[in-house]
């Protein structure tokens, strides 16, 4: 395992972790619970599930949330660089050890085709996104590994980082849709 290899100030990589970092976890929280609350009543965008005859997700809460994994995604399994923020460089990390990659690697694909609408590979008609049962737990358990790690060196505990590994150890499983 690497040490971890700072590309830029021990302050600015702090702030990274409190603000942004925190961020992804908080916008994801605030997405499923909005979610869990429709009614599905307005006549907005749906995901329709042509199987079960439902409707799954509304579709801009979908999207964004696809965002928030896939930048979650690049912190975990992103290369190094100075540019972007990775988990190597907080903490020595073997990518293979806290690994479900080849399936998250096939679903990131298909998020990055999603996602860029202009494009003429992107996925069309119903597909199933596995949203709850594998991105949100893969990404949770990849945070409280991290979240354990990180906190060892004692300048990255904060109170942010704290409420992260709270909300996500109590929160009551998988949320429902």
């Known amino acids: 395992m690497s040490k971890p290899v700072p590309p830029v100030s021990l302050r600015r990589m702090k ?9 992804e976890w908080d916008m994801i929280f605030k997405l499923l619970e909005r979610q869990r609350n429709l009614t599905f009543t ?4 749906y995901v329709y599930d ?5 409707v799954v997700w509304d579709s801009p809460i979908m999207c964004e949330l696809l965002i928030h994994f896939r930048n979650l995604n690049e912190f975990f399994y992103g290369k190094v660089n100075k540019k972007n923020a990775n988990v190597r460089h907080y903490v020595g990390w073997n990518k293979r050890k806290h690994n479900k990659k080849s399936k998250i690697n096939v679903w ?18 119903w597909k199933h996104w596995p949203i709850l049962p ?10 409280l590994r991290f979240i354990k790690r990180v906190n060892k060196d004692k ?11 709270q909300r996500l150890i109590n929160e009551s499983g998988v949320f429902s849709t």
């Open 108 to 125: 990131n694909k298909r998020i990055h085709k999603f996602l860029a609408h202009l494009s003429y590979s992107r996925s069309r008609g």
């Open 42 to 45: 307005k006549p907005q965008i």
């Open 15 to 23: 702030e990274m972790l409190n603000v942004h970092f925190y961020h």
């Open 134 to 143: 594998l991105f949100y737990p893969h990404y949770k358990m990849l945070t």
């Open 50 to 54: 042509p199987i079960s005859k439902r």
């Open 155 to 165: 300048y990255y505990i904060s109170s942010q980082m704290e409420n992260l590994k």
